[in-house]
């Protein structure tokens, strides 16, 4: 994996987002992209989605009012943390934003093949994810909500992909990996090609909102489109990526793979409470030392929840940043506030969950 | 491809069946296998079905009345030729003769990575080719006939499979191969593993009667059932090989890859008289010659066509070979013979497979 940068199937940390832009050829998020969207998320506005593929072509068909569609997905095999949270509500930004058909995929075959999890344990873990992402606010009404392991056209198309790329191509997107991972990258495919198949209306510009550690998925996907144009008339579908959220010790992106480190949308206030106060900060030694010469908020995983997630009104945010620097305010009582805005979040998100469990249950037993 | 003597994807021609004894640690079907079979069929009476993998297991459990079942499939890529029927025949004597519930599978994902068939066009293929099978006496009443396309159980646990077994594992019993075949092997096994599901009854030994080309399939299926051991109590799946019927030009195993050499189950009586008037045959140079020293059925495709498929009645066959090796018969006279068998079985197959049509449509389509 030296030469890879980054790992879709691991924990990624990037210490420089600009090498991006000329390893993997993203196109940075400009200011004249984000004028073209109305009301822009945080984010948006917050530079948190740094980078695309083809974002300005979606924008263009979704302005030329021509078929769109946005696609994402979940591997189910955990709760939800506040990573799977970032993608699911940049999804639901979407729809909601462009009025857009959602296709929302459970990665149950990855699950299978990288995490070893059987499709009937994941099952459980996919009705549970899915009841997060419609509390979080997706439109059951607007989205195909599937199993990979139940839709037969996705498999179909990995077989057909499958013969069109070679084992050295894979090896240079994904690094040396075992077979069963490079045959879940191919649904993978499936996955972001399904919303363009004649049965979902055909070709159409996809938005596959992200994190950057998934872009590996996206250059497959458009290496596939371009070898079977003869019988597919697809068109590269789009990406906005964004960083990475830490884990609450600083070390790495959240993921699943530590849950110690991990705030998951079911943590109990208590314990929601407990994990921000132990969390990575930017205070300086002692209190007479912040007071004097100031925090540092950029290096503080306590400023990134505010940023990222519970801290949505702008000015808030640049309070709680100008305090920091400022000298105005420790790290404990920052804790403390950001830790109430967390605990508010969690307590109507999980009231709102648990009436979706049903409706999550109904969508994926069809 | 130069180490491996089979080729379950080509067209192969096995100079020494006795090497595949030793090489592949095959076993023999012996007398002692055969008197426990109530009514051989002509494969088994003639030595064409003449290695095994567990037969004498799947013998023991059909005896002792335990769970059984028989499994065996086609690539709808083409007409039913005389190899094609020389499969579908063994499973439905094998139907017969034990009771048991046959397994039927239209491997159209392995058409389309291997032939690049689109799925749309190989379905109708595989309508004609189950019409066949129909037609030469499966009773659909006592087997489940599927495409792997539609069949999710088959396409997840290749996702599963895929995990157990790696890329050095493939070669060493596939050679180099296109990814795309990895992944169609890795559906076969699932195709033999399904009689084992829980819904189907769960672990039951299996018989595949299959051309011994296939057997890579066999030692990959048996090679997963000891890596999924925690997860599945399946027991090694049986198999019984058959040898190669060469083409009517002698050179090669009668493959659909080379159509020109192959008698199809839809050749009209004029067209399959014409074919076989033109077989390589056993004959000298000179009528006189033939007379004096006789011919040599061992070497002649015409002679094959009555072993393998048209004389039934083991006494017209050594009539046949007799009267070749005693110089009575002149090779005109014998193909002439063997044609009219010929045209007498293809008129009547002809006739009950336009009858079978519909069902074979209908049993497809659910």
Chains 1, 2 share one sequence.
Do not use: W
Request: glycine fraction near 6%.
């Amino acid at each position: 994996m030296a030469d890879n940068i980054i790992d879709p199937f691991g924990t990624s940390v990037v210490e420089d987002y600009s090498r991006l832009f000329s390893e993997l050829g993203l196109k940075p998020i400009t200011k004249e992209l984000l004028e073209r969207i109305r009301r822009p998320n945080l984010y948006l506005r917050r530079g948190i989605d740094f980078a695309h593929r083809d974002f300005d072509k979606f924008l263009a068909a979704a302005e030329a009012k021509k078929p769109i569609a946005i696609m994402s997905g979940i591997k189910p095999s955990n709760e939800f943390h506040l990573g799977s949270k970032m993608t699911a509500e940049k999804l639901i930004f979407f729809q909601k934003e462009f009025k857009a058909k959602v296709f929302y995929c459970i990665a149950d075959l990855e699950t299978l093949v990288d995490n070893q999890i059987p499709l009937e344990t994941s099952h459980q873990i996919a009705v549970n994810n899915v009841a997060d992402v419609l509390a979080l606010g997706l439109n059951p009404k607007r989205a195909f909500i599937y199993k990979q392991s139940a839709e037969k056209r996705v498999t179909n198309m990995a077989y057909l992909f499958s013969r069109k790329i070679t084992l050295n191509h894979l090896q240079s997107l994904y690094g040396e990996r075992p077979l069963g991972l490079y045959f879940a990258a191919f649904a993978q495919c499936g996955d972001i090609l399904l919303p363009q198949l004649k049965e979902f209306g055909g070709p159409k510009n996809v938005l596959v909102p992200i994190g950057v550690d998934q872009d590996s998925h996206m250059r497959l996907a458009r290496d596939v489109v371009d070898r079977v144009k003869e019988q597919f008339a697809f068109i590269p579908p789009s990406s906005i990526y964004h960083k990475f959220f830490r884990a609450l010790d600083g070390e790495a992106k959240m993921s699943k793979r530590n849950p110690m480190s991990v705030l998951l949308l079911n943590d109990t206030p208590e314990l929601a409470e407990k994990k921000i106060k132990c969390c990575v900060d930017g205070g300086r030694k002692t209190a007479e030392e912040q007071r004097r010469i100031g925090g540092e908020a950029e290096k503080c995983v306590n400023y990134e929840l505010a940023k990222f997630h519970f801290a949505d009104d702008d000015k808030v945010l640049k309070k709680i940043y100008d305090e920091c620097y400022g000298g105005k305010r420790l790290c404990g009582e920052c804790k403390a506030e950001v830790a109430k805005m967390a605990v508010k979040f969690l307590k109507k998100h999980q009231q709102k969950k648990a009436k979706m469990v049903k409706t999550a249950e109904k969508i994926l037993s069809d």
